[in-house]
């Protein structure tokens, strides 16, 4: 081989290495951080928290003192245990928890995707106690009823399994939206099915990006203890993360070697 082929050999395979590292959406998260008291209406209250991230993550929330509507905590993937991992736009990416509501207080808990402008607030796939509602919306998610539309219903002291698959393409216009899809299995595996974005507002592009999650985003679970005046003091509300998975699906889905197989074994 000349020295020419050979520049031009290592040339190539030092693009297709770029490439490659190019193609992974971002680290894979190693821990998780809670932002205690979002919604503070019972200032008092006895908050309880376990991180043993992945294995489990346990909110407990326990009515005391002047009690007000609500209390909302949540959690964040994190890649250096303080701060919340910021996902792009064009990350795909998968990830699912074994979800517990238990207690004698109501509310709601479950997984998120969080837009930029509201980070620790909107974007829920949500189960709320005690009607039993599972619904996913708010922020940049398309909205879906498991009840409305599969007749799912939640009872509260249950484990249910949720997970949540962002799909990015590489176009990211009306023609080529990124997709969601969300998962609920209560002993039968319930799919929403993938579920294309809206465009949102071109004028925040850039740097936000359109038809997906924007950037940045923020992925992990919320827990919402409602009507604490209601529920009098000593009523607690306590919410477990169990077995929670993550997988990096690449920037670009289609082209990385995860398969709909390797998601699904994060599922089991």
């Known amino acids: 081989m000349s020295k020419l082929s050979k520049t031009i050999v290592l040339a190539v395979l030092a693009v297709v ?3 490659a590292g190019m193609a992974f959406a971002t680290t894979t998260p190693s821990s998780a951080v809670i932002h205690e008291r979002v ?10 928290v376990n991180n043993s991230f992945p294995s489990l993550i346990d909110i407990n929330d326990e009515a005391a003192g002047p009690l007000g509507w609500a209390n909302l905590h949540v959690w964040r993937f994190s890649d250096d ?8 736009n064009t990350d795909g990416f998968a990830f699912y928890a074994d979800l517990t509501i238990s207690g004698t207080g109501n509310g ?10 509201s980070p620790d607030v909107d974007g829920r796939f949500n189960v709320r106690t005690p009607d039993g509602e599972v619904a996913c919306f708010g922020g940049r998610l398309p909205f879906y009823s498991f009840t ?22 590489n176009e990211m ?4 939206p990124a997709t969601i899809e969300y998962i609920y299995d209560d002993g039968t595996m319930h799919t929403s099915g993938p579920i294309p974005f809206d465009e949102g507002n071109p004028a925040e592009d850039p740097p936000h990006g359109v038809f ?57």
């Open 148 to 169: 409305g539309s599969q007749g799912v219903q939640y009872v509260k002291g249950t484990t249910v399994r949720l997970g949540m698959i962002y799909t990015p393409n």
């Open 39 to 48: 919604f503070n209406d019972s200032f008092a209250s006895i908050l309880t």
């Open 17 to 19: 290495a770029l490439t």
């Open 81 to 88: 245990g303080v701060n919340a991992q910021q996902f792009s």
């Open 173 to 176: 216009n009306a023609a080529s």
């Open 212 to 268: 997906g999650i924007l950037n940045p985003a923020y992925a992990g679970g919320h827990m919402q203890f409602n009507d604490m005046s209601g529920a009098g003091a000593g009523a607690n509300m306590n919410v477990t993360w169990g077995n929670i998975t993550f997988q990096d699906l690449g920037s670009v889905v289609a082209t990385e070697a995860s398969s709909w197989g390797s998601v699904k074994s994060l599922f089991r």
């Open 108 to 117: 709601e808990a479950g997984l998120q995707i969080a837009p930029w402008w």
